[in-house]
């Protein structure tokens, strides 16, 4: 099927399906160009210029950019921006120099705190996944550039008597036990263990019911994915209140949460 998106919209999933192709140059060869940032995590030369071009290609917009690894942007600027872009231009670097395939590029568009529309491309794969709470979510492959085989997320459902978890490191059982988020009881919890955004396109599709998270991290890593959740009736909310995920908060970083 074919939807008719806002040319912003347009240009945010080209501009990610793009940088998936400039990532792809770097993964798996000698030319990587590592260094260590300040604050201990890696950054590649497919980063940086991931991140040159989704930067270019949303000036277009006409909305700011908040990148990971764009210019660092001050609070007193930021919290004047009705709306911005949040891009995380690699996420999962760490498995990316690992020559592993579960890394992913990330563009999501926020107003007033709340996020309304994301992208979310998987290089190795091709895999597209995009929307927000108004359009609904949607499923293609960096192939369709025109958007005219879109498929409706989700397309899976899991097992009413199993709780299929996602995670990146191991999340027991007790952490959303114990958030009452979970209400249902289940005869079984499965998990599967996947990195970076790639965990939000498993729960868009149906392929997983809950993603809990008790270590850090950054806006630019979950703007996207919520925004892709909310196309398919889902949320990310805090841990600690139960309330939705905001963003451009003074402090970037993301407080423990629950995808469900």
């Given amino acids: 099927m074919k939807v008719e998106l806002p040319i912003k919209y347009k240009i945010a999933i080209h501009s990610a399906i793009e940088a998936s192709e400039i990532v792809m140059k770097y993964f798996r060869t000698q030319e990587l160009g590592m260094t260590i940032k300040s604050d201990n995590s890696p950054v590649t030369l497919a980063d940086l210029k991931s991140s040159e071009h989704i930067i270019a290609s949303l000036k277009e917009t006409k909305i700011p950019v ?4 764009g210019d660092e942007i001050e609070y007193q600027e930021r919290k004047l921006w009705d ?7 690699l996420d999962g670097t760490k498995e990316f120099i690992a020559g592993k395939e579960n890394f992913a590029i990330n563009i ?3 107003k007033n705190g709340k996020p309304i529309f994301g992208v979310i491309v998987i290089p190795v794969s091709g895999e597209v996944y995009f929307g927000g709470k108004e359009m609904g979510s949607f499923y293609t492959t960096k192939n369709d550039l025109d958007l ?4 409706i997320l989700p397309t899976k459902k899991t097992p009413k008597d199993v709780l299929v978890v996602t995670g990146g490191k191991s999340t027991g059982e007790e952490f959303f036990d114990k958030s009452g988020l979970i209400s249902k009881e289940y005869d079984s919890i499965e998990f599967l ?3 970076s955004s790639v965990k939000f396109c498993l729960l868009a599709e149906g392929i ?3 993603y809990p998270r008790d270590y850090p991290c950054m806006e630019w890593d979950t703007a996207s994915g919520q925004a892709i959740l909310n196309g398919v009736g889902k949320d990310v909310y805090r841990k600690d209140s139960g309330v939705p995920l905001r963003y451009n908060k003074e402090d970037l970083y993301v407080p423990f949460f629950i995808s469900c």
């Avoid at 908040?66 to 690894?69: D, G, R, Y």
């Avoid at 709306?83 to 231009?89: H, K, Q």
């Avoid at 005219?148 to 498929?151: A, F, Q, R, T, Y």
Wanted: proline share 4%.
């Fill in 66 to 69: 908040l990148s990971e690894e």
């Fill in 83 to 89: 709306e911005l872009w949040i891009v995380d231009p």
């Fill in 108 to 110: 999501g568009l926020v």
């Fill in 148 to 151: 005219s085989d879109l498929i």
């Fill in 193 to 195: 263990k996947v990195a």
């Fill in 208 to 210: 997983a019911d809950v």
